[in-house]
């Protein structure tokens, strides 16, 4: 909390910040601040206006699906899922058992592609590339 806030949440400390100021000043923040009052209020009025319609079209389309005889997981078994990006495997080897393993060359080095690595003393652009 800043310290003019400080200042304006504590009645004391706000007194002593206004002895200074003319009966005119104190009236003219007084007037600023009841205009902010309002706007905050109204601000607050209209948001709760908007959650409430929101609030009652969720309920219309509740009792809407209860007409139908409908409940949300007959919803969620049509939701279409975005199907997953893959990544072309750009790298391979083969293992000593004759197993081929490929990796696209993202993220974290798979423990056989380190292995390889490090036994041939090779780095990543070293490896055979897929075609």
């Not at 009236?27 to 601040?33: G, I």
Request: glycine fraction near 4%; charged fraction near 35%.
């Amino acid at each position: 909390m800043s310290d003019f806030i400080k200042t304006l949440m504590r009645k004391n400390s706000l007194r002593k910040q206004c002895q200074e100021l003319s009966v005119g000043d104190v009236e003219k923040v007084l007037s600023d601040l009841t205009d902010i009052l309002a706007e905050r209020k109204e601000d607050e009025a209209i948001k709760a206006a908007e959650e409430n319609k929101r609030i009652e079209k969720i309920e219309q389309i509740r009792l809407a699906m209860k007409e139908a005889g409908l409940d949300i997981s007959d919803l969620s078994e049509l939701a279409e899922v975005a199907p997953k990006k893959t990544v072309k495997a750009k790298y391979y080897i083969v293992d000593a058992e004759g197993e081929r393993h490929e990796w696209s060359g993202r993220g974290r080095t798979p423990v056989v592609f380190a292995e390889y690595m490090q036994q041939r003393g090779i780095s990543k652009d070293q490896l055979p590339s897929v075609d």
